[in-house]
Nanobody, 114 residues
Framework: QVQLVESGGGAVQPGGSLRLSCAASGTIFRINVMGWYRQYPGKQRELVAT???????NYSDSVKGRFTISRDNAKNTVYLQMNSLKPEDTAVYYCNMWSGGEYWGQGTRVTVSS
């Protein structure tokens, strides 16, 4: 059984920074893609950023230049460094992993407000 455990969410003022972490545990085979999605109330989850095993990254236009995704393959962990946060970044952030199937974390809330 695979489990994704997220941490690092919280409340921050506009312009601030947060770092999200997601660690995968359990019976894990080769992890191909790890990433982050976010969900606004009443909306579908949307892509924030993904990173392949080889290090290729992809970002949504709304976070390019502000967020950075990184992976530690030895620890089966993915990170999301979020800088210059805006109120519109307020959402629940979910970790996602492809490894013989798709897996999701439980979500961590990020609130950006003055």
């Amino acid at each position: 059984q695979v489990q994704l455990v997220e941490s690092g969410g919280g409340a921050v003022q506009p312009g601030g920074s947060l770092r999200l972490s997601c660690a995968a545990s359990g019976t894990i085979f080769r992890i191909n893609v790890m990433g982050w999605y976010r969900q606004y109330p009443g909306k579908q989850r949307e892509l924030v950023a993904t990173a392949t095993r080889s290090g290729s990254t992809n970002y949504s236009d709304s976070v390019k230049g502000r967020f950075t995704i990184s992976r530690d393959n030895a620890k089966n962990t993915v990170y999301l460094q979020m800088n210059s946060l805006k109120p519109e970044d307020t959402a629940v952030y979910y970790c996602n992993m492809w490894s013989g199937g798709e897996y999701w974390g439980q979500g961590t809330r990020v609130t950006v407000s003055s």
